[in-house]
Every structure is written in structure tokens, then in C-alpha cells.
């Protein structure tokens, strides 16, 4: 069954001069895949790349479209999951790339969430010393976060991302109609990054979701709209980021908001399904929102109705909720300390001063941290 594409799509653009592009941002949207990709780039063969579980879904629509617009395409299907941003499986993208005959002028295309985005984009960042590439994100954390912005990457012995490329894609096209099959544990978590964009910079974005985050979720025709709205004040506010800063020099790092905490949180659950990304940002989010205020930087209402917000979608707030022995102080400040490179023993942290206010701080005691992180503990 197809959707019906009942209104225009919405457009927002990142300004990068020559490395612009559009996102395209609708119910429907994919279908129009082919013709977008042959007004683009005429006569351009395309090479998707996609994982196991979005080929089964969603795979036959993108080469339906494809081939309604006489698009001649072939496709690499990679194992889901985190594992697939390994060197084994970049490797056997890349060779299936260049066996496929993609040449400069050819594009790639990503059809999946923030795995499949990641190692495809650094395929075509280094295939042919560089190839175009268009993102077809499936998920809602890759539709507001990964496929903009233009990291690409795959995973390290020695950490997550560790090897990777900035590589702009051509185009990206977010069809809300395939987030209705995301499992919602992965939907609520990708709804973590776009509360972000509320918390870190636009208070009246963060109401606008406090009244209608049900609509978000619902999906489904009668709920496009705020959906749709939500997905495209998260891009604008990344597209606007990104072109101030597009290599995170400054700027770019207040997208981080909540990810130090995070990060650490995500690490000492070893990466596994105890904790999904979004859901640690959210973890991490509301610790910030605390420790800002336990500085004195915000209201502690303004922080509980922080935390409120992310409890009532179902997102963890305390370390309590992850499920599973809890971390020690001792084991997140050697995490947070090995994220973040120390400068005499200061750390950098994205802090707020209330809702919607976010700054970055390069004077952290690490000591302060640990204490915070002691009585949070023994909330527990
Ligand atoms: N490049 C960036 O700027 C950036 C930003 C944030 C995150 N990331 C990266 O993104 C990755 C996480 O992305 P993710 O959360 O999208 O994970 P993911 O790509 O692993 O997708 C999550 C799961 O959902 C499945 N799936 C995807 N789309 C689906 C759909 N429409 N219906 C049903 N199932 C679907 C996938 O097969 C997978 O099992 C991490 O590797 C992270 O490092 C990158
Ligand atoms: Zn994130």
C-alpha cells in the first residue's frame, strides 16, 4: 500500500555554499526518489546500501521509484546493527561499490537509519577518492540528527566513530510514512535528539512538544502534520548549526548537549540494548539540566521540567532507570574523562541557563562532576 503524498513536501536547505543541499521532508516522499535523482544528476547510476531488516520493509519501494524513473540501481545488503560500522564490512561496501561500476558522476544512496548513513557516507567519501551521496534515513534519530550534517564514520577498537570523514550528501529525503514501521523503543529514543534541539536552543520548540508529543508519536495520516513539523524544526536547527560551523570548531559542539553524561552512561552498558543512544541522551540531557542547576545556572522547576517532559514520553531520566547494575562514580569519570580530553583537570560541557539556552563551558572541575555524580548515585 502506498501513502498518498497529500500535501507538498517541506524543504529546509543547508546553507554550505557549494557543498549546499536540500532536506526534503514528507509523507510520501521516497516515491519521488527517482525523478528528484534524475533531475539531480541525469544518466547517474545509484548504488544503494541498506541493512537487512529496512530492505525487507522498505527496499522494494526506493527501487520501485527508481526504476519508474528509468534509474538503473543495484544494492548492498548489510547485516543490521552497530556491528555492521566495522572495517570487515566497510571493506565489502567499498569492493561492491567499485565492482558494481560506480563512477565519479554515479551516486550512492544510504536507505537506513544512523548505522547504515554512517558507513555508507564514508564509503562514498573515499570510494573513487569521492563519490555524491544521497541519504534516505529510516529512522527518527537518522531523519533529525545523523544524515544531516555530513559526518560519516565507522567504529574503532578504540571507540565509536573513530574513523571517519566529513562528507556532505547531495540530498537527503526523510519520508515520515517509513517511521511507522520503527519499533517505538527506537522511535522514543530517536524523539531524545529532537527534544534536544528544543532544550538546547529554542524554548517555545520545547512547549510547542510538552502539548503535542502524542501527535509526534501517533504517526499514521491523521498525526503527519506535527510529525512532519517536529522532523523539520529538528533539521533547521542542525542545517542552521552546521553552517555556522560545519567542522565543530565552536558551535557545532552545543549539539552535544546531554552526550557527555550519555555517552558515559551508553559506555558503561557496553554499547548493548540496556541503553539505546537516545535513550542515554536523554539520561545525560537531564543530568545536565541538574548539574546546570546545582550551579546555580537555572531554576531546579526549570531542570524537573526537563525531566518531567522526558519521563512522561517514557525516556530514562535517573541512572535508576537503566536496567541492570548501576555504574560507579569511579567508572564514569574514567569514561567522561577519556570522552573529553582534560585540560588541566577542567572538562568542556555543554550547560544551560534554562530551557531552550544552552552554552558551551571549558571549565568543568572534574572533582564537581564526581561529586554530582556521587549524589545522584545515592538517590538511587
Ligand atoms: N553522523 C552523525 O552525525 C551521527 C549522529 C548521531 C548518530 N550517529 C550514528 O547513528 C547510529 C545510530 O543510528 P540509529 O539509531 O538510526 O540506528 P540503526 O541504524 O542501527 O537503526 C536502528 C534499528 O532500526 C532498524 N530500522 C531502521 N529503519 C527502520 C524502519 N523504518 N522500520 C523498522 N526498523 C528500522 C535498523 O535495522 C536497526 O535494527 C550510531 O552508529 C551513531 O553513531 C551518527
Ligand atoms: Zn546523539
Known amino acids: 500500500m502506498t501513502a498518498p503524498l497529500r500535501h507538498e513536501p517541506t524543504v529546509v536547505r543547508v546553507a554550505l555554499g557549494l557543498r549546499a543541499y536540500d532536506i526534503v521532508i514528507g509523507r510520501g516522499v521516497l516515491e519521488t526518489a527517482g525523478a528528484r535523482i534524475a533531475a539531480l544528476r541525469p544518466g547517474a547510476k545509484v548504488c544503494i546500501i541498506t541493512d537487512e531488516n529496512v530492505a525487507r520493509l522498505h527496499l522494494a519501494a526506493l527501487e520501485a521509484a527508481l526504476n519508474a524513473a528509468a534509474v538503473a540501481n543495484g544494492r548492498i545488503v548489510v547485516p543490521a546493527g552497530e556491528a555492521s560500522k566495522s572495517y570487515a564490512v566497510f571493506e565489502k561496501v567499498c569492493e561492491a561499490i567499485i565492482a558494481g561500476r560506480i563512477e565519479r558522476g554515479d551516486l550512492v544512496v544510504a536507505l537506513g537509519g544512523g548505522v547504515i548513513g554512517d558507513l555508507a557516507g564514508f564509503a562514498a567519501a573515499v570510494v573513487r577518492r569521492g563519490l555524491d551521496y544521497i541519504q534516505v534515513p529510516t529512522t527518527l534519530l537518522a531523519q533529525v540528527d545523523s544524515s544531516v550534517g555530513g559526518k560519516t ?10 574513523v571517519g570523514a566529513f562528507h556532505q550528501p547531495i540530498l537527503v529525503l ?39 508529543w502524542r501527535d509526534v508519536f501517533a504517526g499514521g495520516i491523521a498525526a503527519t502534520a506535527a510529525r512532519e513539523h517536529a522532523i523539520a524544526v529538528s533539521c533547521r536547527a542542525k ?27 551508553e559506555a558503561a552498558c557496553g ?33 524537573a521540567r526537563v525531566i518531567r517532559h522526558l519521563a512522561e514520553v517514557g525516556l530514562p531520566t535517573r541512572i535508576r532507570d537503566i536496567s541492570g547494575p548501576p555504574p560507579s562514580v569511579e567508572q564514569l569519570m574514567t569514561l567522561i574523562v577519556q570522552d573529553k580530553k582534560v585540560r588541566r583537570g577542567k572538562l568542556t560541557f555543554i550547560l544551560v541557563r534554562g530551557i531552550g539556552d544552552a552554552f558551551i563551558e571549558r571549565d568543568v572541575d572534574a572533582d564537581e562532576v564526581s561529586a554530582f555524580l556521587s549524589e545522584k548515585l545515592a538517590e538511587q
Open 174 to 212: 526523510a519520508d515520515t510514512v517509513l517511521l511507522d514501521t520503527l519499533p517505538q523503543r527506537e522511535f522514543r529514543a530517536g524523539y531524545a535528539e529532537v527534544a534536544k534541539y528544543g532544550l538546547l536552543g529554542d524554548a517555545g520548540f520545547f512547549a510547542w512538544l510538552e502539548a503535542n
Open 239 to 265: 542545517a542552521a548549526i552546521v553552517a555556522r560551523d560545519e567542522r565543530e570548531t565552536g558551535d557545532r559542539a552545543l549539539l552535544n548537549l546531554g552526550h557527555t553524561f550519555g555517552h558515559a552512561l
Open 153 to 162: 564514520a565507522i567504529d574503532s577498537v578504540h571507540g565509536k566513530n573513530l
Open 271 to 303: 554499547f548493548s540494548d540496556r541503553l539505546l543512544h537516545g535513550e542515554a541522551v536523554a539520561a545525560g540531557m537531564a543530568l545536565a539540566f541538574e548539574f546546570s542547576a546545582r550551579r546555580g545556572l537555572l531554576s531546579t522547576a526549570d531542570a
